[in-house]
């Protein structure tokens, strides 16, 4: 075929005798009227950037940007970022699906109308309802299929408003609890429905109860409500352990620094019971059977405390945990009928020599290594709030009173004037059987009678004996440091909690890999100091799943410190963990 023109020359291109009205179609799907900078922020902290195109008021389409700025020469970009979720979510707001209408459980709204319609007040018809055992049951017992009645605004709120007085006038008003948008999502949202609450006496609870994603351990050991790693930090790590977490599907816009971070000389760690997306970036991935990572993790800790806390005593994980944990803190040992058991912590306000302090029964107290004199360390919880020396926040090795550093003694163990007493601890288990088979409760909890160091202390009530959370540390986990009692004999003891063997039984994993895991944890965190801005840090990722019900992850940093976590959305691969005996709660 010849494609010369009339006058002989030669072209690339020929006009076509067919129709192109076709291409019109295009041309209207990606016209708009003008476009607008946004980010989907309903459930997700991605923080992307898009360009939202805007037609007949319609979102039309959306484009990825990628105009984010650059951090440093030494760290990759945060491009791309983005996610399926994200370049389809203009389809939600036009779903036939999506909620545009207030909806109430019909058989609350009808028996709702039948006491109103006996003459009574909203108020009074509410509590009808819920003070009445049969009628709570019948639409409480509705719950989860379906049922539901469209309702006005005007009702919605009625309703709404007259379940809060009701139980203003009955229980109080601090038996309001409230949720408000998280203030990433929409500033004015969360203020308003915050001062609504606030006005009303209600307790405000934080987004982290309504996500489910709060990491706990972090106040415990910190005393801070989150510590969680930007994920440009991710880079930095050095070795990360990942559980219960898989990026790629939940951390899609972050998860490239996870491939990148390798460039960098780092290794990935994997817990999971499946080869999920998360693994194929992993180094080692640990095949664990679901729902046990708690119990790999102890075996780890076991590990930790045995040889970097006791055998060696590494200098920085020591000097870590007398700055930056409560293990130097005393705890009041309470008897029991197997022994003691671990009580509240010490307190200042139990001291005589502290008579008068400000806030003293928030203050837990140390004791001084070498001196046995009792201290109140600056920067606890009673420090916070105090009225006459404000600005004291931060926990130090200096005492409140004078101002003077000190070292607090971590370990009774050498202790010439302690002694060894017996303590109980929980072991939860066989507790339960496999998970979806255990009937009823399950089966209570066993004693471990373990031999601890304690110390005589004074108090306004008499004498008390004490000892350190890091002594009842080890007691929990099994490290026996010449202690009397129901201790492990080694690494290979399949009967006492929490060995590598003993790990081994429950989740599949062979105890040399835990053993493995421990030490390259622990030495990289010696190593590195936990330095991420140095570029050296063991990372620690958590899925909600594993991050709340639990408190495994607290010992693991505390015996092996280092420590910056990111949290990352719950893996659809990890059941609810089977419950392991970790360290009981101290009462503050």
């Known amino acids: 075929m010849s494609n010369n023109t009339e006058s002989g020359r030669f072209t690339w291109f020929k006009k076509a005798k067919e129709s192109r009205t076709w291409e019109k179609f295009y041309r209207d799907r990606w016209a708009h009227d003008y476009s607008v900078r946004t980010s989907h922020s309903v459930n997700c902290s991605g923080s992307c950037s898009w360009e939202v195109f805007v037609k007949d008021g319609i979102i039309c389409w959306e484009l990825q940007k990628v105009d984010w700025p650059q951090i440093n020469d030494e760290t990759p970009n945060y491009e791309p970022r983005g996610c399926q979720r994200g370049i389809s979510a203009s389809w939600y707001p036009y779903s036939p699906v999506r909620p545009k209408f207030p909806y109430i459980r019909k058989k609350l709204w009808n028996a709702y109308q039948r006491a109103k319609s006996k003459g009574m007040g909203p108020v009074e018809a509410w509590g009808s309802i819920v003070d009445d055992p049969k009628l709570s049951k019948s639409y409480k017992s509705a719950r989860g299929k379906a049922g539901w009645k469209r309702v006005t605004w005007d009702e919605s709120a009625e309703l709404i408003a007259a379940g809060q007085i009701h139980t203003i006038k009955k229980f109080g008003a601090d038996h309001i609890a409230a949720f408000s948008p998280i203030p990433a999502m929409s500033q004015v949202s969360f203020t308003s429905g915050q001062r609504y609450n606030q006005l009303m006496g209600g307790v405000m609870l934080s987004f982290y109860e309504w996500y489910h994603d709060l990491p706990h351990i972090m106040p415990w050991i910190w005393g801070d409500q989150t510590d969680v790693a930007e994920s440009a930090d991710w880079y930095q790590g050095t070795y990360w352990i990942v559980m219960g977490s898989n990026l790629p599907m939940t951390r899609t816009p972050d998860a490239h620094f996870a491939s990148e971070h390798k460039y960098n000389g780092g290794k990935i760690t994997n817990l999971s019971p ?184 004074e108090t306004n009530d008499g004498k008390v004996l004490v000892t350190t959370t890091f002594d009842l540390m080890m007691g ?106 970790t360290m009981q709660l101290l009462e503050c």
């Not at 102890?298 to 020591?318: G, M, P, W």
């Not at 009397?484 to 590598?500: K, L, M, N």
């Not at 062979?510 to 990289?524: C, M, T, Y």
């Not at 594993?546 to 959305?569: C, F, K, N, T, Y």
């Open 274 to 457: 499946d080869y999920s997306d998360i693994t194929k970036f992993a180094d080692l991935w640990v095949q664990i059977k679901e729902g046990t990572d708690n119990a790999f993790l102890n075996a780890c800790i076991h590990v930790i405390l045995k040889e970097y806390h006791h055998e060696r005593k590494s200098e920085y994980f020591q000097s870590y945990i007398k700055q930056y944990t409560n293990m130097p803190f005393l705890v009041i040992l309470d008897e029991g009928k197997d022994g003691y058991e671990n009580g509240r912590f010490l307190r200042a306000s139990d001291i005589k020599t502290f008579d008068g302090e400000e806030n003293a029964e928030w203050k837990p107290v140390q004791i001084e290594a070498g001196t046995d004199e009792i201290k109140i360390p600056t920067g606890t919880v009673g420090h916070r709030w105090e009225k006459e020396n404000t600005g004291r926040w931060n926990l130090t090795h200096q005492d409140s009173l004078t101002g003077e550093e000190f070292d607090p003694l971590l370990t009774f163990l050498d202790h010439d004037k302690a002694k060894e007493v017996s303590v109980a601890f929980p072991d939860f288990t066989n507790t339960y059987a496999e998970l979806g088979k255990t009937k009823s409760s399950g089966n209570a909890a066993i004693n471990r009678i373990r031999g601890v160091p304690a110390f005589e202390v």
């Open 476 to 581: 929990q986990y099994g490290v026996s440091r010449g202690m009397s009692g129901e201790y492990p004999v080694d690494y290979d003891d399949t009967d006492e909690p929490f060995t590598p063997a003993w790990q081994e039984q429950e989740t599949g994993v062979s105890r040399e890999l835990a053993i493995r895991v421990a030490r390259e944890w622990a030495d990289n965190a010696e190593a590195t100091h936990g330095n991420l801005c140095l570029s050296q840090a063991p990372v620690f990722f958590i899925g909600t799943m594993v991050a709340h019900p639990h408190i495994v992850q607290r010992q693991l940093w505390a015996s092996s410190v280092d420590v910056r976590v990111a949290m990352g959305e719950a893996s659809p691969t990890t059941l609810e963990p089977k419950r392991y005996a």
